[in-house]
């Protein structure tokens, strides 16, 4: 393994991919790497889902995928084999997820629950013109009407 390309990851917090992770696939689809080695699946990606779309990325670069822990080394067929039950395991856990989220919403509308982001009625939107005008913040505002501050700033804004 030639040392000079081990890249180490860094604790990252936040929305989107590590940096370090990006540098490393653009290295792969310029066919700078061959093999990708980390101690734990975990550490490769924040979901399954996303797991499961990042091996098929380096499949379908020709990059192979060894995970210390687990075992699994995708140059072998046995390797081949558990990542893609996995996989699969991820993808039916995914779709189970998303039928118990259609059935919940199908579930509240019958209920006659409302969906979506929350409305004022014109009293409110009247009663937020006047509450701003008076010099108070979309913060309290908001406060002061039982919902968050943007739902204000929708409001006075339509």
Request: glycine share 6%.
């Amino acid at each position: 393994m030639d040392r000079d390309r081990v890249r180490r990851p860094r604790r990252f917090r936040g929305e989107g991919s590590p940096p370090r992770l990006d540098s490393l696939l653009a290295a792969c689809r310029r066919r700078q790497v061959d093999v990708v080695a980390i101690t734990k699946l975990d550490r490769l990606a924040r979901s399954v889902h996303h797991l499961v779309a990042l091996g098929r990325e380096l499949e379908t670069l020709g990059v192979d995928l060894v995970v210390l822990d687990q075992t699994i080394d995708t140059t072998t067929p046995s390797g081949r084999l558990l990542f893609h039950v996995l996989a699969a395991i991820a993808e039916f856990e995914r779709d189970l997820i998303r039928d118990r989220v259609i059935a919940g919403l199908r579930r509240a509308k019958a209920q006659g629950r409302r969906l979506g982001r929350p409305q004022l009625h014109q009293a409110d939107v009247a009663e937020a013109r006047r509450l701003m005008a008076q010099g108070l913040s979309l913060r309290a505002a908001g406060r002061a009407l039982g919902v968050h501050p943007m739902v204000v700033r929708r409001a006075l804004a339509s």
